[in-house]
Structure formats: structure tokens, C-alpha cells
């Protein structure tokens, strides 16, 4: 069964206090990793797709890495502003769909 | 620069009471779809479209029905309102082929008494 698992569920950090929010899959054949943020009372917002594992992508504080089981969102030196909650997603191959994670909600204290 | 508009916002229905929640895209977005968000469960599919005249199920599509007769709108309707189906509703959109990057509405929040 292809499932999606976020940890931790919830993350608070001080301003410059960097850190890593996990998202684990089991999927079967791979045919992208998503991740999204989520303000409060608003749609997710799309940050990043990653296709094979060695792959990263970066914007402002923030760097996406996969492997073949988990994919890492690294948020360097965040700022109030990156409080949010962070979605991560999959999708299957031959479906157009996508299974996303629970979320990590992130607070981001000055 | 509307992307994807969601109306209502709110709605506040009885159980047995039927609604339509409404769904636009202006982006000539070929892919569009219906998911619910409930707390820790994160977003889950409801019905899906690949482009006018084609729909199909999602991972709970039981209790709610779609059509799509254009490419901009993609009206999810509720039959019989139930309790359970109490929920944040988001409306996506995204290119057709590949639907890589998907553009969310802003929700109707859903409360079935």
C-alpha cells in the first residue's frame, strides 16, 4: 500500500535555529515527491518536486533532498515568516493522483 | 491573477441536506481534482479529472459526485450530507500531462450538524 509518513507532527523552533523535517514513502514506482506549504485557512502552496534519489532543490532557506525511502526538507537559519505547516506528497506510478502526508507543523519563534 | 476560485467559504448544512461546492480555474488547466483535508490524515482524494467529459474516483469518492462539461469548472456535489463528511474541502488544478505542480483553491470549510 503506498502510504506517506511526516515527522515530527509539530516543530518549534528559534529564529536561526536550523533544522530537518522528515518524510518517509512507501510507493510503488516513484514518479515524483512533492512538498507543500500550508498557511493557516489557506491552500497548499507548491515548493518543490523531486524525481530520483541524489536529487536536491533549494529556495531561499529552504533545500529538499531524496533518497530511495525519504526525502528531507532543510531549513537554514528560518525565520518567523517560515512558520507553516509542511506537506509532503507522492505520486504513484500509472495514477494521477497524489498521497500526502499528515503534515509538520512549524513554529518559528523571534 | 485568480488561479483557483472556491466558493463558498464556509457552509454550515443538516444531515440529508444536499449541496454543491463550487470550483473555477482560469489557467486552462486540462487536470483538476477535489480533496479533503480532516486533521491528522492529511489531504485525500475525492474525484479527479483529466479534462472535459472524464472523471474518475479518488481514494474516498463514496457520498459525493462530480462532472466536468468544461475545462474551468469542477463542481463537487454532496447527495445526502452526513457527518462525517464535515471537513476542509480544497478544489486543485494542474497541467495535463503530467499535473507535476498543482494549484490549490483556498478551501470551503464543511460542517454537517
Known amino acids: 500500500e503506498d502510504q506517506v509518513t511526516q515527522s515530527p507532527e509539530a516543530l518549534r523552533l528559534q529564529e536561526g535555529e536550523s533544522s530537518s523535517l522528515n518524510c518517509s514513502y512507501t510507493?510503488?514506482?516513484?514518479?515524483?515527491l512533492f512538498w507543500y506549504r500550508q498557511d493557516p485557512g489557506k491552500g497548499p502552496e507548491f515548493l518543490f518536486t523531486?524525481?530520483?534519489a541524489g536529487e536536491e532543490k533549494e529556495k531561499e532557506r529552504l533545500k529538499a533532498t531524496l533518497t530511495k525511502k525519504e526525502s528531507f526538507l532543510h531549513i537554514t537559519a528560518p525565520k518567523p515568516e517560515d512558520s507553516a505547516t509542511y506537506l509532503c506528497?507522492?505520486?504513484?506510478?500509472?495514477?494521477?493522483?497524489?498521497?500526502f502526508g499528515a503534515g509538520t507543523r512549524l513554529a518559528v519563534h523571534p | 491573477n485568480a488561479g483557483v476560485t472556491q466558493t463558498p467559504k464556509f457552509q454550515v448544512l443538516k444531515t440529508g441536506q444536499s449541496m454543491t461546492l463550487q470550483c473555477a480555474q482560469d489557467?486552462?488547466?486540462?487536470?483538476m481534482s477535489w480533496y479533503r483535508q480532516d486533521p491528522g490524515m492529511g489531504l485525500r482524494l475525492i474525484h479527479y479529472?483529466?479534462?472535459?467529459?472524464?472523471?474518475d474516483q479518488g481514494e474516498v469518492p463514496n457520498g459525493y459526485n462530480v462532472s466536468r462539461s468544461t475545462t474551468e469548472d469542477f463542481p463537487l456535489r454532496l447527495l445526502s450530507a452526513a457527518p462525517s463528511q464535515t471537513s476542509v474541502y480544497f478544489c486543485?488544478?494542474?497541467?495535463?500531462?503530467?499535473?507535476?505542480?498543482?494549484?490549490f483553491g483556498s478551501g470551503t470549510q464543511l460542517s454537517v450538524l
Open positions: 506528497a507522492v505520486r504513484p506510478g500509472g495514477y494521477n493522483k497524489l498521497i
Open positions: 486543485a488544478s494542474g497541467d495535463s500531462a503530467t499535473n507535476e505542480k498543482l494549484f
Open positions: 479529472s483529466v479534462g472535459a467529459g472524464i472523471t
Open positions: 489557467m486552462n488547466h486540462e487536470y
Open positions: 523531486l524525481y530520483s
Open positions: 510507493v510503488s514506482g516513484l514518479r515524483g
